[in-house]
């Protein structure tokens, strides 16, 4: 159960990463703001999620 929880933990911050730096390249080339607004959200909604995984991970790996 650990084991995959912490999968999914790096996961999901890859894929935060990934989003990140897609926005940040998408800033450099002036697209369109309504993409730049939902790569923003994308990446809020992944850090909850990468973040709340570490914390059922830690509340796990307590007990």
């Known amino acids: 159960m650990k084991t995959a929880l912490m999968i999914l933990v790096v996961l999901a911050m890859l894929a935060t990463l990934g989003v990140l730096f ?34 059922l991970l830690l509340l796990i790996s307590k007990s």
């Not at 897609?22 to 369109?32: K, Y």
């Open 22 to 55: 897609a926005g940040l390249v998408g800033l450099a080339r002036n697209t369109d703001g309504t993409r730049q607004n939902r790569l923003m959200q994308a990446r809020i909604g992944l850090q909850f999620v990468a973040l709340a995984l570490f914390g």
